[in-house]
């Protein structure tokens, strides 16, 4: 059986490199490892178009970058090989999601293990999200700290850019349609649509129990209010899970479609997809088989 290791190199961190080769020696008992570096944005998913067919794993080393780019990859291939994560990222959302923890012991034993299921993968026009899509108020965040600040501070650099994003004002106005509705209009000040057990390192909490395989997607559209109404809203839903309030709305969906008069910046994953008049979202059932943890295995998803 044959490993497709890939992480994203920054030269002077010999902390990294000491990291994958732990990978290395820990899944060469079980696998022909093949590595693969990347030093630029789509590279991984560039490298895996041409030659991911080749492997029966991916193994995604990095944070939820570098498994958005992996995963971009993998859905481009005909046949797709599974995808094992050992997250090395800030938040690592995806990798927690499915069980995996910041210890790369642990992360081996899961992979070894072999526990695995398909999970849901979400489209967006011509590309692919695994976690989270975003759009408004505070949603530029993540793709605008710095990589020197995160390696830093860690989720802190988060967190102290959200002081400054609240002197920027930022507004959606949509119509968007929701599994084939009649389009609405919406005035938000965010939008956020997930699948997922964790966003920006805090784990959700809904009413109804989250499954990765269950074909929706959970939305939570904030209306329009101001910024610090907003950012109170917001840090309750992320803090609380689900409440009732005339400001807030939450809802599951299987596809989506926004357009606007206006482009408008989406956050895929914590990347960012620019100027986007129009979008349409559907979560792909059983789209990609996973390596998970037993625990998650059991408790997340719908078994077949």
């Given amino acids: 059986m044959k490993a497709l290791i890939v992480y994203n190199a920054f030269s002077g961190r010999s902390e990294l490199k000491n990291k994958i080769s732990v990978v ?3 899944l060469s008992r079980l696998y022909e490892i093949k590595l693969f570096q990347s030093f630029g944005p789509k590279a991984i998913t560039s490298y895996i178009i041409k030659k ?40 690592n959302d995806f ?4 069980g995996y923890s910041k210890s790369i012991k642990k992360c081996l034993k899961i992979i070894e293990s072999g526990y695995c299921s398909n999970i849901d993968i979400s489209k967006i026009n011509d590309t692919y999200f695994d976690y989270g899509l975003a759009a408004g108020s505070l949603t530029e965040i ?14 802190l650099s988060y967190y102290l850019n959200v002081l400054k994003q609240m002197n920027k004002k930022h507004s959606l106005n949509i119509k968007m349609s929701i599994d084939g509705a009649i389009p609405i209009d919406y005035s938000l000040s965010i939008l956020l649509a ?8 805090f784990r959700l909490r809904r009413k109804e129990k989250i499954y990765l395989n269950d074909n929706t997607l959970q939305l939570m559209l904030i209306h329009k209010r101001g910024r610090f109404m907003t950012v109170l809203l917001f840090a309750r839903a992320l803090l609380l899970g689900e409440f009732k309030s005339k400001n807030v709305e939450f809802i599951n969906a299987r596809s989506i479609v ?10 895929t994953d914590g990347e ?28 997340y998803f719908i078994s077949r």
């Avoid at 059932?285 to 943890?293: G, N, P, W």
């Fill in 24 to 26: 290395i020696e820990g």
């Fill in 272 to 299: 960012l997809l620019n100027d986007q008049p129009r979008i349409q979202v559907d979560a792909i059932k059983d789209a990609l088989e996973v390596i998970v943890s037993k625990k998650v295995l059991n408790k």
């Fill in 258 to 267: 926004i357009e606007s008069n206006e482009n408008i910046n989406y956050n």
């Fill in 95 to 98: 990798a927690k999601s499915l």
């Fill in 142 to 155: 993540s793709y605008q700290t710095t990589h020197k600040s995160k390696v830093a501070l860690g989720k």
């Fill in 194 to 201: 997930t699948n997922s057990r964790y966003l920006a390192g």
């Fill in 52 to 91: 991911g067919m080749d492997f029966d794993l991916v193994v995604a080393c990095g944070g939820d970058g570098t498994v958005h780019e992996a995963i971009n990859g993998i859905m481009g291939l005909i046949k797709r090989p599974r995808l094992a994560i050992i997250p090395m990222g800030t938040c």
